[in-house]
């Protein structure tokens, strides 16, 4: 079974089963402030081609006008009904549409705006060789970095010393290493992983250690000690402004 194969059936069939669920979610959204319950942004894909990714707000809006990539959990932009879509990434889940089209797939790096992509390194622009993905091993290690970020008086820094450096090494780990079986791997442990993330961090650490992942990754992903400032891959340095 080819990747992109895999992307059709999972997400129409994805949509048919999980529309009872937008369709409330959507209308929970609209009915809060009554505006457009849906976020259509552009982002960078394969190639560096923009395209519009659709996301169900969880934001006020116009919020993306305050020039900010990166949100915390304390973030005032986000609504009430925000909020707890996020905690179960509902907002994120109409990307199966997107992955119907072709512009995404369901796993495969996250896509970004192209404020974030154009601080890139050489290294780091070969995440823009494949289609962006709806989840990850970043997405499962990282599924918390709205509460990584709370609090931060510059969370778009933030995100560029305690969470890219990580996140773009295990973008290119996959890339690298990228197999149906491990697509299926990926998506299982992200399900799992809102259950039981502990049992979902192990098996990435395990599966990026048999990857011949760096020791420093590998004890991160574990995500048992505090998150350090580390440079990109491809950099000397850590990020300083942003």
Not at 18 to 40: E, G, H, M, Q, T
Not at 63 to 75: F, Q
Not at 89 to 115: A, T, Y
Request: no cysteine.
């Amino acid at each position: 079974m080819t990747k992109r194969l895999l992307d059709i059936l999972i997400s129409f069939f994805g949509l048919l089963i999980f529309s009872p669920i937008l369709a409330l979610v959507i209308f929970l959204i609209w009915r809060d402030d009554k505006k457009n319950p849906f976020y259509v942004a552009k982002r960078l894909g394969k190639n560096s081609k923009l395209f519009n990714m659709v996301k169900l707000r969880s934001m006020k809006v116009n919020a993306d006008k305050s020039g900010v990539s990166s949100s915390s959990d304390n973030d005032l932009r986000i609504t009430p009904i925000g909020h707890k879509i996020r905690k179960y990434k509902l907002d994120e889940l109409i990307q199966l549409w997107n992955v119907l089209l072709g512009d995404m797939s369901l796993v495969g790096p996250r896509p970004n705006v192209k404020d974030e992509t154009d601080l890139y390194s050489n290294i780091e622009r070969e995440l823009l060789s494949v289609k962006p993905g709806i989840t990850d091993f970043s997405s499962i290690v990282f599924s918390d970095e709205g509460q990584i970020l709370k609090g931060k008086n510059n969370p778009d820094l933030i995100y560029n010393q305690l969470i890219r450096p990580w996140k773009s090494r295990l973008g290119l780990i996959y890339i690298k290493n990228q197999t149906i079986l491990l697509d299926i791997n990926i998506i299982l442990f992200t399900i799992i992983g809102f259950l039981k993330r502990e049992m979902s961090l192990n098996w990435v650490s395990n599966q990026i250690k048999i990857l011949n992942a760096e020791e420093n990754l590998i004890k991160v992903v574990k995500r048992k000690d505090k998150l350090y400032p580390f440079p990109p891959p491809g950099m000397n340095e850590i990020v300083t402004e942003r």
